[in-house]
């Protein structure tokens, strides 16, 4: 189990940037002193949600209800026309 909190506190870590790009809670206490991958440009998640074989595909797994992800999809999808 603690291997399991381990990883998932260096995604939370790695990551922190795309999730507050997204409004997506993360974890307070993460490590945010470490080197900056780049994961807070919108470059990122729009090249993902623009590959054709993933596309969206990330949404189906999001533990939020319909209208969260709808809204999330949303927010991806207008942030290349703000």
């Known amino acids: 189990m603690m ?4 990883h998932c506190a260096g995604i939370r870590a790695r990551f922190h940037g795309l999730y507050e790009l997204l409004g997506l809670q993360s974890d ?8 900056d991958l780049g994961f807070n440009n919108t470059v990122s998640f729009m090249a993902a949600a623009l590959d ?12 939020g209800s319909e209208e969260d ?3 999330l999809k949303l927010k991806i999808t207008s942030i290349h026309r703000s």
């Open 28 to 35: 307070p206490h993460a490590d945010r002193h470490g080197q």
């Open 52 to 63: 054709p074989k993933f596309g969206f595909r990330w949404l189906q797994d999001h533990p």
């Open 3 to 6: 291997l399991m909190h381990v």
């Open 69 to 71: 992800k709808e809204e």
